[in-house]
């Protein structure tokens, strides 16, 4: 009788571990679709990250989630990348292929890309983004391929020319016109939940507003957008989407995004 067939080894790569809904993602899509894998949380820090993924690819792993502070890092570590890891800037992906190399992608972008595709054609919108670091790249880079005119703001303003640079957007440096709104930054962020990263009075009636913090579910900025008249979107769409495209790169599956998000949801406590 031949052994049973190991499990596959996936994972996510950050530091510090704290608290990611990442193996509960995973998990979920793993029972559903019937894939033997399972799914590791390595706390690396950023002095360690080529000798661990040198270590883990010996050990096999197949893909690996990347989480902060390890996106650019681990670009320029992989053996190939997809254009829009590369154009991104960061990978929040590495997937082993058939001949043991490591290749880079960035399913962020798609996570916002497919948040925003239920609220309707951005396709000429005025979107501000709020942030430049690697998730506010993502959401210009999904912000664009969806045709929106785009517009970046950040505290430092070298950061921000620096990311409309290189993905051809615009900076916003004195609060202009916006017909969505981006939160990529941690403000609002559990412990921190009194903050927010736009006053409640620059907040435009009818606008759609996106916070791509998940903890809470409901920031303080989606409170403040809802009474002043917005339309809102929670950042927990946009992490269950960047998962199943995750594991489909692997598997060649996709996983039901609805069943993802009750399991998120759960864990959550909402």
């Known amino acids: 009788m031949s052994a049973p067939e190991a499990d596959v080894l996936c994972g996510v790569l950050l ?70 890891a590369r154009a991104i800037g960061a990978a929040n992906t590495l997937t082993r292929t058939a001949d043991g190399s490591l290749h880079a992608d960035n399913t962020d972008w798609l996570g916002v890309l497919r948040a925003l595709v239920p609220h309707g054609s951005l396709a000429g919108v005025r979107a501000r983004v709020l942030g430049a670091g690697g998730a506010a790249r993502a959401a210009v880079y999904a912000l664009l391929q969806m045709g929106a005119a785009v517009a970046i703001a950040n505290r430092t303003r070298e950061r921000a020319e620096r990311v409309a640079r290189e993905l051809g957007c615009g900076v916003d440096t004195a609060g202009g016109p916006y017909d969505v709104l981006v939160n990529a930054t941690s403000v609002g962020m559990q412990p921190h ?78």
């Open 193 to 270: 939940t009194d903050g927010t990263p736009l006053a409640a009075a620059e907040l435009r009636p009818g606008a759609l507003v996106f916070d791509l913090v998940y903890r809470p579910l409901e920031t303080r900025l989606l409170r403040e957008a809802r009474a002043r008249g917005c339309r809102t979107q929670d950042g927990l769409a946009m992490l269950v989407h960047q998962a199943v495209e995750q594991v489909r790169l692997w598997s060649g599956r996709a996983a039901d995004p609805a069943g993802l998000r009750r399991a998120a949801e759960r864990a959550l406590g909402v």
């Open 15 to 84: 530091h510090p571990a704290g608290h990611t809904l990442s193996p509960v993602l995973h998990g979920e899509a793993y029972r559903e679709l019937g894939l033997r894998a399972r799914y590791e949380v390595f706390d690396v820090p950023a002095e360690r990250l080529a000798a661990s993924l040198a270590e883990l690819r010996a050990r096999g792993v197949r893909q690996l989630s990347v989480s902060l502070p390890h996106k650019e890092r681990a670009l320029a570590l992989a053996d190939t990348a997809s254009p829009a």
